[in-house]
C-alpha cells in the first residue's frame, strides 16, 4: 500500500524556519512526481511547490518563491520543504502528494492538487510571535 506521511511542522516565530519531510512507504520515490499543499482555516487548499520525478524540475507558487525550496531524496524516499522568512500567512497544514511520472505530462509536475493520487494526513505549521 502507498503511503505518505509528513513530519517537521510546529510554532515558529515569524522569520523563522522550518523543514518539513515527507517521507514515502510502498513505492519508489523517483517514479513520482511530489507536490506540497498547504491550507489555512476558512481557505481553500492552496498548491505551494512541486518536484518532478524523471527530472527533477522544481516549481513553486509565487507567494513562496524565493522564501521556499522543495527538494528530494529518492534514495531515503523522503521528499522535503525548506521553508525560510515565514510569515503569520505560512500559517497552514501542509500536505505532501504523489502522482506517478506516468499519468502526467513528461518534464513537469502538476501544480492542482486534482492530478494527485496518493496524500500524506498533513502537518500544522504555525508562524506567530
Known amino acids: 500500500q502507498l503511503q505518505l506521511g509528513e513530519s517537521g511542522g510546529g510554532l515558529v516565530q515569524p522569520g523563522g524556519s522550518l523543514r518539513l519531510s515527507c517521507a514515502a512507504a510502498g513505492f519508489r520515490l523517483d517514479d513520482y512526481d511530489i507536490g506540497w499543499f498547504r491550507q489555512a482555516p476558512g481557505k481553500e487548499r492552496e498548491w505551494v511547490s512541486c518536484?518532478?520525478?524523471?527530472?527533477?524540475?522544481?516549481h513553486y507558487a509565487e507567494s513562496v518563491r524565493g522564501r521556499f525550496t522543495i527538494s528530494r531524496d529518492n534514495a531515503k524516499r523522503s521528499a522535503y520543504l525548506q521553508m525560510n522568512s515565514l510569515k503569520p500567512e505560512d500559517t497552514a497544514v501542509y500536505s505532501c502528494?504523489?502522482?506517478?511520472?506516468?499519468?502526467?505530462?513528461?518534464?513537469?509536475?502538476?501544480?492542482?492538487?486534482?492530478?494527485?493520487?496518493?496524500w500524506g494526513q498533513g502537518t500544522q505549521v504555525t508562524v506567530s510571535s
Open positions: 502528494a504523489a502522482v506517478s511520472v506516468w499519468a502526467v505530462l513528461a518534464g513537469t509536475c502538476p501544480a492542482t492538487s486534482a492530478p494527485y493520487v496518493h
Open positions: 518536484i518532478s520525478g524523471r527530472y527533477g524540475s522544481t
